[in-house]
């Protein structure tokens, strides 16, 4: 069983940055693909980001390309989504998520582990 607590949400101008962590534990970190949904009120959960196993290799939604950037830090068993550039549509509680497979985690049937959440309140 793996346990995903994240951080680092909170209140942001427009044009701002926040980084998001999300540190695991209970389970093998190197055996899951890692990454982050958000989830705006009303609406669907949607894939942020995602890093592979090893974390060379990356997805991100075309929402996030360009702003976001995904990383992880298998010593500290930690993966980070550094928001730049931050829009008021970026509001939204944010998920990290852990799947076997990197293939499907663009979906959420790919997810075997989520996090609690974490708010981003961004202000126009």
């Known amino acids: 069983q793996v346990h995903l607590v994240e951080s680092g949400g909170g209140l942001v101008q427009a044009g701002g940055s926040l980084r998001l962590s999300c540190a695991a534990s209970?389970?093998?970190?190197?055996?899951?693909?890692m990454g982050w949904f958000r989830q705006a009120p009303g609406k669907e959960r949607e894939f942020v980001a995602a890093a592979a196993r090893g974390g060379a290799t990356t997805r991100y939604a075309d929402s996030a390309k360009g702003r976001f950037t995904i990383s992880r830090d298998s010593a500290e068993n930690t993966v980070y989504l550094q928001m730049n550039s931050l829009k008021p549509e970026d509001t939204a509680v944010y998920y990290c998520a852990a799947g076997i497979s990197f293939v499907m985690f663009v979906t959420a049937r790919g997810i075997d582990y989520w996090g609690q959440g974490t708010q981003v309140t961004v202000s126009s």
């Open positions: 209970g389970g093998t970190f190197s055996n899951y693909a």
